[in-house]
């Protein structure tokens, strides 16, 4: 089945220090991935989703890049900010699963100055 | 304001009690959907109606039936809580279920069983 392992629990980073969150995927088709972000009492929101051809999604400073051959699609800032912090969730669709996300099991993310 | 909207956002009950969570989006979508967070944070797809058609209906005890009068609101009842059904509700929308379709989430309904 669909699957996505995350970046276990926390990752605590000083404030200004590069951001990198993996995220790696099982899927028998060709997925979709997505990045969600959720803070603290607020509903999840979409941050970043993969393309089809080679682009490179951004958004908030924040980017990935889809790794067919590693299965990755790692989330990457150059310099993370206060109000970065959050918890993040990488998901993936299968091409076969209309309208189902599968989610990892989230990475905390926690900026201090 | 277009949005997703939950009521309530938290209800505390006791076993063995029916709940009933109501979710309505103004975003003129086709498509909702309802997870549980749970203590851990883990997100878990439970249905997916598209145009008040069931299309995903994950492994979730009986206990839960999803309700859709029209394609813009979706409730969720569970008919005996159990403890192990504290979690966070949450519901969210979709312009179409496509593989691009962004889903947007409410708040959550925040449920405590005694």
């Known amino acids: 089945g669909d699957s996505v392992t995350q970046t276990e629990g926390l990752v605590t980073l000083t404030e200004g220090l590069p951001v990198m969150l993996n995220c790696t995927y099982q899927?028998?088709?060709?997925?979709?991935l997505f990045w969600y972000v959720q803070h603290l009492n607020e509903a999840p929101k979409l941050l970043l989703k993969?393309?089809?051809?080679?682009k490179r999604p951004e958004h908030q400073g924040f980017h990935a890049t889809l790794h067919k051959s590693s299965s990755s699609f790692h989330l990457q800032k150059s310099s993370a900010q206060l109000s970065d912090s959050a918890l993040y969730y990488c998901a993936l669709r299968a091409s076969s699963s209309f309208s189902k996300l599968v989610f990892g099991q989230g990475t905390s993310l926690s900026v201090v100055p | 304001e277009t949005a997703v909207f939950q009521t309530p956002n938290y209800h505390v009950t006791q076993v063995g009690n029916e709940v009933s969570f109501n979710c309505k989006q103004t975003l003129g979508h086709d498509t909702m959907y309802w997870y549980k967070q749970d203590s851990k944070k883990l997100l878990k797809i439970m249905f997916s109606y598209n145009n008040k058609q069931l299309i995903v209906n994950e492994t979730v005890p009986r206990r839960f039936s999803p309700q859709s009068s029209d394609k813009a609101h979706l409730n969720l009842r569970i008919k005996s809580v159990e403890p192990e059904d504290s979690a966070v509700y949450l519901c969210?929308?979709?312009?179409?279920?496509?593989?691009?379709?962004?889903?947007?989430f409410g708040p959550g309904t925040r449920l405590t069983v005694l």
């Open positions: 969210a929308s979709s312009y179409d279920w496509g593989n691009y379709a962004e889903q947007f």
């Open positions: 899927s028998t088709y060709s997925p979709f």
């Open positions: 993969s393309f089809t051809d080679n």
